[in-house]
């Protein structure tokens, strides 16, 4: 469980090695927490042995570096539980054999040095390799690299969320080059739409780069024949979908609906780096390939000639999502997006104090997703702005039933070409409106960019330190087992499955509340992660429940330490 609380009594214990801040020159006399210590002191108490460094770590070997547009994916093989990467004035630690260094300029060399590092922040010697970062000058009918300074292009893109929970934006730091997509919505869908037609062709595809579906999540691509933005199950009728989902271990699997057939594993997935996947549409079915390999195919060609295009992110497990975004293209037959105006606001069942006309709009539509409680026939009217106009279906043939989300459609009467817009659903029965979109056409105008920063901070965090009881042979024992009195050993394991994480400092270990020992991770500099084997001798200890407190500090004041807990019985 994350960051659960603990008292902090004992702390003085290492008070003499908490590096002090600066004030800022406040005569506030209000009482302020001390900062977090940022390099340890060994220490341990009796009857408690901690382990030691050993060697160094071996050099990281096969290294293979290749250069992308904004970027370099990196990979190595090795078995330290770290890894140090430099290039330029930049670093980071990572927890796998491979890596990706974005927001790099094209055509310009960049060195690079690899380190393993082990439980104790010890170094190897460095791996050296070079790469270029190079545009990606690829045909397409339609694509867009997300390099520019404020993204994305409102002519082009349009983020369905349902409650105001999730970003679309220019990355920050590393992320320039790219779009991010971030989202605190938990495991719904947050969907970014094409409004550029995807029109198929003798061979079509639908081209993304991106490090999504990070661990415990899921990207979702759709190709729908129909004005729909947002991705609901199940699938709507006609449509394609193919799901990656990624498991806390970095396990992927992916499905294609309809009809769909894995045809080979997916290597797992290494943090951060980007993935090309694409859809490809032929006259013998539906694929799906990975970095250019089939990893599904189905037999299904559809009978619609053009779609809409949705990408989608969602969490599995938490409620956090960031992901980044290099390029979406397509390979079809030649389409244009419409030409688009300011989206107007909009509100439910609620009246509309001001409404101001909106110039030179030649046509709208509302795009609304609703989920009736109960059977009942289809809602067939909604009023917008006073004005009561037929609703249908977004794609026909889709089920209206009690559950599920049912995309529907109206085209707006000239009343509604405001910046305000007010729709009422024509109904007594119970129906919950999930998403509201308002498209608006006019006159061709120029691109509107979405300034921003993520929802979700990329800034890397410590991994959640693990701790586990075994017995004196450190094997684990029946899960609520009691230990005899005598020697137990106490693993801890801190490890994560993050694009970079924070330098690690070391950490305390308490029993029943009384400091027993620090071990510093920070031999040659910071650690990341690691195993460690502490063995504690209970003899003394009265039977019945104990508990261990773990705490790791980052070398880094601004990162917010983690605690691990685990309790353990004694026998009589």
């Given amino acids: 469980m994350k960051r659960v609380a603990f008292a902090v009594a004992g702390l003085a214990l290492v008070v003499g090695v908490i590096l002090l801040r600066d004030t800022d020159g406040s005569d506030s006399t209000l009482p302020t927490a001390p900062p977090p210590p940022t390099k340890l002191k060994p220490y341990v108490a009796e009857q408690v042995l901690v382990p030691s460094p050993q060697g160094r770590p071996a050099t990281p070997a096969n290294v293979v570096a290749r250069g992308g547009h904004h970027k370099i994916q990196l990979n190595w093989s090795g078995d330290a539980p770290a890894y140090e990467v430099r290039w330029g004035d930049r670093m980071k630690l990572v927890t796998r054999p491979g890596t990706q260094l974005n927001g790099l300029a094209n055509d310009r060399e960049q060195q690079v040095e690899i380190r393993a590092v082990d439980s104790f922040g010890q170094r190897s010697q460095p791996a050296h390799t070079k790469a270029t970062p190079r545009a990606d000058n690829a045909p397409y009918t339609f694509v ?46 947050v969907t970014l739409r094409s409004r550029t037609p995807f029109v198929r062709d003798e061979e079509s595809r639908l081209v993304i780069e991106t490090d999504a579906p990070s661990t415990g999540g899921k990207l979702l691509l759709d190709l729908v024949p129909g004005p729909v933005s947002v ?42 780096v980007t993935v090309r996947w694409e859809i490809v549409l032929t006259s013998r079915g539906t694929q799906v390939t990975r970095d250019g390999e089939i990893v599904a195919t189905s037999p299904f060609v559809p009978e619609w000639r053009e779609a809409t295009a ?27 997006a ?93 129906i919950q409106v999930t998403h509201t979109d308002i498209e608006l056409t006019g006159p061709k105008s120029p691109p509107q960019r979405q300034s921003g920063t993520p929802l979700v901070d990329a800034r890397p ?6 701790p586990e009881v075994l017995d004196a042979s450190g094997q684990p024992i029946e899960n609520g087992a009691a230990f005899n009195r005598g020697r137990v050993v106490l693993e801890v394991r801190i490890n994560a499955l993050d694009s970079a994480v924070a330098g690690l400092a070391g950490f305390e270990i308490r029993l029943d509340g009384n400091h027993i020992a620090t071990v510093p991770t920070t031999a040659d500099g910071p650690g990341a992660a690691g195993r460690w084997r502490i063995s504690l001798n209970t003899a ?30 004694l026998k009589p």
């Fill in 310 to 336: 949705l990408i989608g992110v969602a969490a599995l497990a938490g409620d956090r999502v960031r992901a980044g975004v290099d390029l979406i293209g397509y390979r079809t037959a030649k389409s244009d």
């Fill in 461 to 466: 965090v410590l991994a959640d330190p693990v």
């Fill in 144 to 189: 867009d690299r997300f390099d520019g300074a404020d993204e994305p292009d409102l002519q082009r893109w349009r983020l369905a969320k349902r409650t105001d929970c999730a970003r679309a934006t220019s990355g920050d730091g590393e992320d320039h080059d790219r779009l991010v997509i971030s989202s605190s919505c938990g495991t719904r869908a």
């Fill in 540 to 569: 003394s200890l009265a039977s019945g429940a104990h508990a261990v407190e773990v705490r790791a500090f980052s070398t880094d004041s601004e990162v917010h330490p983690e605690t691990g807990y685990v309790p353990f019985l």
């Fill in 338 to 430: 419409p030409p688009a105006v300011p989206t107007p606001q909009v509100r439910i069942d609620g009246l509309v104090s001001s409404a101001y006309p909106i110039p030179d709009v030649t046509a709208g539509q509302l795009r609304i997703a609703l989920i009736p409680a109960r059977e009942s026939p289809p809602l067939a009217t909604v009023k917008i702005n006073g004005v009561e106009v037929p609703l249908r279906a977004a794609v026909p043939g889709t089920p209206w039933k009690p559950g599920a989300e049912y995309p529907a459609i109206a085209d707006l009467p000239k009343e509604a070409f405001t910046d305000n817009v007010s729709v009422q659903l024509v109904t007594q029965d119970r």
């Fill in 231 to 272: 991705q609901g199950d199940p699938v709507l009728p006609g449509a394609i979908r193919a799901t990656v989902t990624t498991d806390v271990s970095g396990n992927s699997i992916v499905e294609l609906v309809p009809d769909g057939t894995a045809a080979k594993p997916i290597p797992p997935a290494v943090p951060g």
